[in-house]
DNA sequence: AGGAATTTGTGCGTATGTATC
DNA sequence: AGATACATACGCACAAATTCC
């Protein structure tokens, strides 16, 4: 069998998710473009130097993703929606009108301990806190803060942090956010809004509260994104 | 390979589909009772005359249809519809401290022709229309209004509907529902309010639309869902 | 219109990894 | 620790749908 192209410490994801991650990241980044036919399944195969049954189920999950559409006969095509890019990367906000190709703009990065009105995750007593501006089509919509629990790596390489956060966790540290959950409510946009927001802060805010798994049940990241309904919305696709 | 087992002149299911559509009659005609595991993968590939490539391909799509539960290196088992949370398990509000069983309550159902406000979905000119108060472990935290698509039934047939729309649909109406896609922004509690809900109608309220989809891409219902964040939140798991 | 080439879909059999009991 | 059972992956052959000449 082809070995796992991940460390023999770490538990690897499947290959074919593995595949499916890159295939849907191509999409978001714009390498991949909405209706562009791809490779046959051979050639990918043959590319990420697999078996065929491999790159299929890979393909098999992204359709399941409203990323692709598969045709028999024909090939295998990027999905013509209004919405391609929000849907995976656990990126769930869009224009109100739907779609906008999301980007984000780092505030700061800080490590220290954790202040006591987080909720548990993690097993460390510090974490990093990211926090960004989130951007639609070069909207700004979002204000964003994440903590990463500082187990894994007490201090972060000194390497340039991409726009895909779990991009950069997963390539850097070697963390492989598996799945997420989302919990929204109202809140208040945060003391530490920018100026430049279209919302001042203390104003009402949707508020999404995430939790980000590696492995079965570990929480390692805790995050909170404030949003007005004006401007985004938050899509949650279920199965 | 193995010769289809059905007619030359019809074009037969796949084997693998044959097999799930035998696997969903002997649990519906209640000779696979609720709970019970199945034989294992081999036997059952070695029962049916296949590979067990396809006895998994079999057994995937009945769990895509939420007939089977499968568990690595333990068995599939029937999943239990009735009883389980499975046939809530597009129902995204939880209290806020997580959890409540949930329940519902049906106002009114109507069938009209589809008003200009609504979005577009489904073929027909007509759709019905349910109203319901949503509860959870008998608290009312929600109302729902649901859009049902009336192109593949102009009528509805006159049986009690269950507290789980989509096993009404999957049991009655033969529509089974494969994914949703919900949409979260900020509303206002509908003019039809009822007067015992906790909040009155024109208050502020979290609003989630809804599209469901049969087979990949056919939208069949719109719903939209009203609530408050104090009595209840959304909460979405992301793969 | 029609036949060949291309591309995905179905299915077989096998080996090995991993979770559960 | 061992046995059982599902999950992943390989490679191959042929069917069916589409596309192209």
Redesign the pocket.
């Known amino acids: 069998?082809?070995k796992p192209s991940t460390s023999l410490i770490h538990?690897a994801l499947?290959?074919?998710r593995q595949i499916a991650e890159q295939i849907a990241r191509q999409i978001e980044a714009g390498h991949l473009v909405v209706g562009q036919k791809?490779p046959?399944?051979?050639d990918m195969a043959a590319q990420y130097e697999?078996?065929?049954?491999?790159i299929?189920?890979a393909l098999a999950h992204c359709e399941e993703l409203g990323l692709l559409t598969?045709?028999?006969?024909?090939?295998?095509y990027v999905t013509d929606a209004e919405r391609s890019g929000a849907l995976y990367s656990f990126f769930r906000l869009e224009l109100p009108d739907g779609g906008g190709l999301p980007r984000a703009e780092m505030l700061a990065i800080d490590t220290m301990t954790k202040p006591g009105h987080l909720p548990a995750f993690g097993g460390a007593p510090t974490a990093h806190r990211f926090r960004r501006k989130r951007y639609l089509d070069d909207r700004c919509v979002a204000l964003e803060e994440i903590w990463l629990d500082a187990s894994t790596h007490p201090a972060l390489p000194a390497t340039e942090i991409s726009e895909s956060l779990y991009l950069y966790y997963r390539d850097c540290l070697d963390i492989w956010i598996t799945h997420a959950e989302d919990s929204l409510s109202l809140g208040q946009f945060p003391d530490w809004t920018p100026q430049d927001f279209p919302v001042p802060a203390g104003e009402n805010a949707c508020l999404v509260e995430r939790f980000s798994y590696v492995e079965h049940r570990q929480k390692i990241e805790y995050s909170r994104t404030w949003f007005d309904s004006r401007f985004a919305r938050y899509v949650a696709r279920l199965t």
Not at 50 to 54: C, F, I, M, R, Y
Not at 70 to 76: C, K, L
Request: proline residues 8%.
């Open positions: 069998m082809t538990a499947p290959r074919y791809l046959p399944e051979r697999v078996a065929v049954g491999t299929r189920k598969r045709r028999q006969g024909s090939g295998n």
